[in-house]
């Protein structure tokens, strides 16, 4: 009776091969709406780089870093990256929402396309843009004094520990986008969680400066370990520890939420 | 099972929490067929489609297409159905070809395929020129068809359009009921969801009606006027009270339907009736604006089936179950 299914003993191969193509394939769909709305990015890199010039130029002459025998800017730029992943993110979320209600979900779902592959192809094309943008703001920090006091390699780690970081932001914010299911909400119900998460952290200041029971939030929280865990990387001392937290942080985000979108797709 | 229905439904149920979108909707389509789903805003059309379409998995009831289940064999069933919606779901920051040539990839038809399969439809659905521009330039009527093109690229056999022409202005709706016709004519199976009696009776080889997630009557579209009577009556007054009234005034000689301010009484007995209402009127002193016989649409067979635009006193008993009370807000929840 299912003379007609095209489906054959080969199916399990077949399977996995179209998990892999269909990634690519909406990967490249999705880089096309990214490279088509350059207002997009330059706003995800303007804000970040009016960061970097608040607080390099504005704010960072009263801050004091006990403890930290480096430039205010070497101490600064770690959290600015995380600040501009962090905010960028959102845009996974706005991205998936906007597919939704365009009805273009409903369209992939009924095509004999692997399911994973609409998130995964958000996610990755994501993470080519935050790859982008993490490049331009160290390109702005070398030129407003920023130094690396370890060695390339473990620079190019701590690059690469931000960007992990900002991958699972991302599954973060598509789970808050397919619950939405719209543009304008999913931007408003990420700010209430970005922003205690950016702030209050060691991205900007030292966290000995905020009330005691502040201080136990913000040490621990996500943000904070992999902001700690890049700038041991870039300024050296003891990093080992702190790497490890913020990868076992980033791998919990990436699970949880990949789950939680993955099962919140099935049922859009 | 006989093996000549491309889509059969039996029993579909379908609830979203407390409101009802489908109650018990069984189908049948015949392969190379056409079955208009009609039906009023929140009946449960795009509910029927979405699971039929493996979008929605039903409470109640079984589905199948080319004989694969749409809940055990969902994959193999997207290979087969093409969907276009009612809101056209193409990718505005991607071309038209672009569009296109994301279908075929994510249908995984071999590149040289693909190129070939969307220059024949841009040009079949006269995209051609605009292949090369992003969708947002696109008018309604142009994104519809691009949209119809997107179902199209991997051949389906069977296909499914929701609300094809709604929000299209008239000139494309035409242009879009020509290409559905040739498609048709290529021996695709169709299942069409209207709320256009217009486009259901030139379309559809069947017609199935659905009103509050139950079917209330299938049939041709002959069948289904027959079923209702041989002549409408049509009574155009100057203005709706008179109309309200005329409706009361001629309840005694059937079961008028008042919409604005005309009043339409379907009849066996065409020239004697009219004389029955003439002189109802003239009893009364209700001037008429116009007066006419006329062969019995499928309007006039929705609304005896549905009491849809008419006032609840005079609607007729058309033979349907009714349950009206989560009408309104159905289709809204269940697209």
Redesign the interface.
């Known amino acids: 009776?299912?003379a007609?299914?095209?489906?054959g003993p080969d199916k399990g191969r077949k399977i996995r091969g179209?998990v892999v193509?269909?990634a690519i394939?909406?990967t490249w769909?999705n880089m096309?709406?990214l490279l088509?709305?350059p207002q997009v990015v330059v706003f995800a890199t303007i804000q970040p780089m009016m960061f970097v010039f608040m607080f390099r130029y504005v704010f960072g002459g009263a801050i004091a870093i006990p403890g930290f025998s480096y430039p205010y800017i070497d101490y600064l730029m770690p959290g600015v990256f995380a600040q501009a992943v962090v905010f960028g993110a959102i845009m996974t979320g706005v991205g998936l929402a906007q597919d939704l209600k365009?009805?273009?979900i409903?369209?992939?779902?009924?095509?004999?396309?692997a399911g994973s592959?609409v998130l995964v192809g958000r996610t990755t094309a994501d993470l080519m843009r935050n790859t982008f943008v993490i490049s331009l703001m160290c390109a702005v920090g070398f030129a407003v004094g920023f130094r690396i006091h370890t060695n390339a390699l473990a620079f190019a780690a701590g690059v690469g520990l931000m960007l992990l970081f900002a991958y699972s932001m991302s599954w973060v914010f598509a789970f808050v986008g397919l619950v939405t299911g719209d543009a304008e909400a999913a931007q408003a119900a990420s700010f209430p969680i970005l922003i205690p998460m950016v702030f209050a952290s060691t991205a900007f200041v030292s966290v000995a400066t905020m009330p005691e029971w502040l201080q136990v939030f913000a040490r621990n929280q996500p943000v904070s370990q992999v902001i700690n865990g890049v700038r041991a990387l870039c300024v050296g001392g003891p990093t080992a520890a702190y790497v490890i937290h913020a990868l076992l942080w980033i791998a919990a985000i990436t699970l949880v939420f990949g789950a939680l979108s993955v099962w919140r797709y099935r049922r859009a | 099972m006989p093996a000549d229905a491309a889509i059969r439904a039996e029993h579909l149920g379908k609830q979203f929490g407390e409101v009802v979108a489908l109650d018990d909707v069984s189908l049948e389509v015949p392969a190379g067929s056409v079955l208009g789903l009609l039906g009023p805003n929140g009946a449960g059309k795009t509910t029927a489609v979405r699971i039929l379409?493996?979008?929605l998995r039903p409470d109640r009831g079984m589905a199948t297409v080319?004989?694969?289940d749409v809940t055990k064999?969902a994959?193999?069933v997207?290979?087969?159905?093409g969907?276009a919606?009612q809101?056209?779901?193409?990718?505005?920051?991607?071309t038209g070809h672009?569009n296109l040539q994301?279908?075929g990839?994510?249908?995984?038809l071999a590149k040289a395929e693909i190129a070939r399969r969307s220059d024949e439809l841009l040009e079949r659905f006269q995209l051609t020129d605009a292949a090369d521009r992003?969708v947002q330039t696109y008018s309604g009527g142009m994104r519809r068809r691009l949209d119809l093109a997107?179902s199209l690229v991997h051949r389906p056999p069977v296909l499914f359009l929701d609300e094809p022409t709604t929000g299209l202005d008239p000139q494309s709706r035409i242009e879009m009921w020509a290409i559905l016709e040739e498609l048709v004519g290529g021996g695709t199976t169709l299942l069409l969801t209207t709320q256009y009696l217009e486009e259901a009776d030139r379309l559809a080889d069947r017609i199935v009606v659905i009103d509050s997630g139950s079917v209330i009557a299938e049939g041709t579209s002959v069948e289904l006027k027959a079923h209702l009577a041989s002549t409408v009556i049509e009574v155009g007054l100057h203005d709706v009270e008179s109309a309200t009234r005329t409706a009361e005034l001629l309840a005694s000689l059937g079961s008028p339907a008042a919409n604005g301010m005309l009043v339409s009484l379907a009849t066996d007995d065409g020239a004697r009736s009219m004389v029955d209402v003439v002189r109802h009127l003239d009893a009364a002193g209700v001037e008429p604006a116009t007066i006419s016989l006329r062969e019995p649409t499928l309007d006039d067979v929705f609304l005896a089936l549905t009491g849809r635009a008419s006032r609840p006193e005079t609607a007729p008993d058309g033979g349907g179950r009714r349950k009206r009370r989560f009408r309104r807000e159905q289709d809204g929840n269940a697209s």
Do not use: C, W
């Open positions: 009776m299912t007609a299914s095209p489906i179209i193509t269909d394939t909406m769909r096309l709406n088509r709305t365009q009805g273009l409903e369209r992939f779902r009924s095509l004999p396309m592959s | 379409t493996t979008l080319l004989g694969l064999h994959q193999e997207r290979a087969s159905i969907l919606g809101y056209a779901a193409v990718d505005e920051k991607l672009e994301l279908v990839r994510l249908t995984h992003t997107a």
